[in-house]
């Protein structure tokens, strides 16, 4: 049973910095790309960025510069770094999956789905 479990969510001020980390397991997930989608409060759910399985990554235009996704293989884990956080930041992040190697920012290209986690960035 594939499981992507959420971590390190939390409530943060203007200007803050988080570290979210996604640990997956059933399988191995070295080969697939990997994504973060967000979803604030009566809105949709948004792409965040995503990073592929030789490392490629791609950012919504909204985070570039401030969030970092990154992969370590061996532990079948990815984290996104977000840096200098802004109220409009405050939502749930969702940890994804896909069965394929290339990157989307389409939510229905990615099977596997965390529970998500809360971030909270108050102004």
């Known amino acids: 049973q594939v499981q992507l479990v959420e971590s390190g969510g939390g409530l943060v001020q203007a200007g803050g910095s988080l570290r979210l980390s996604c640990a997956a397991s059933?399988?191995?997930?070295?080969?697939?790309?990997m994504g973060w989608f967000r979803q604030a409060p009566g809105k949709e759910r948004e792409f965040v960025t995503a990073?592929?399985?030789?490392?490629?990554?791609v950012y919504v235009d909204s985070v570039r510069g401030r969030f970092t996704i990154s992969r370590d293989n061996a532990k079948n884990t990815v984290s996104l770094e977000m840096n200098d956080l802004k109220p409009e930041d405050t939502a749930v992040y969702y940890c994804?999956?896909?069965?394929?190697?290339?990157?989307?920012?389409?939510?229905?290209?990615?099977?596997?789905w965390g529970q998500g986690t809360q971030v909270t960035v108050s102004s």
């Open positions: 990073i592929s399985g030789s490392g490629a990554t």
């Open positions: 994804t999956s896909r069965t394929s190697s290339s990157i989307s920012s389409r939510a229905e290209s990615y099977p596997y």
């Open positions: 059933g399988r191995t997930f070295g080969s697939y790309a």
